[in-house]
């Protein structure tokens, strides 16, 4: 079982950055690849990065290329969402997943494939 909690939304201007954290309970944190979806007040939700276990390999959806560059801390369980230039289209609730992953290169944009969530957190970008 792990339990994922975000933090660092919140209500930025276009154009500044913001970084999003998700700290991760349990021992096993290294085991899991991990992923950032976000959705947005009725849109379904949409995937945004991913990094694999080991850290080496990520993958980030077109619209956030160049922009935003996910990181993960296995010694502090945590994984980071570094999101920069924002624009009104990111304004949306972030949510970070984790997937057991037995290949240390393995990333993942398929929610179904994530076992575990967390609440989220909100950013908000005015224009």
């Known amino acids: 079982q792990v339990q994922l909690v975000e933090s660092g939304g919140g209500l930025v201007q276009a154009g500044d950055s913001l970084r999003v954290s998700c700290a991760a309970s349990?021992?096993?944190?290294?085991?899991?690849?991990m992923g950032w979806f976000r959705q947005a007040p009725g849109k379904p939700r949409e995937f945004v990065a991913t990094?694999?276990?080991?850290?080496?390999?990520?993958q980030y959806t077109d619209s956030v290329k160049g922009r935003f560059t996910i990181s993960r801390d296995n010694a502090k369980n945590t994984v980071y969402l570094q999101m920069t230039n924002l624009k009104p289209e990111d304004t949306a609730v972030y949510c970070c997943a984790a997937n057991r992953a037995y290949n240390s290169g393995t990333v993942s944009s398929t929610a179904g494939e994530y076992d575990y969530w967390g609440q989220g957190t909100q950013v908000t970008v005015s224009s």
């Open positions: 990094i694999s276990r080991s850290g080496r390999n990520t």
């Open positions: 349990g021992r096993t944190f290294s085991s899991y690849t």
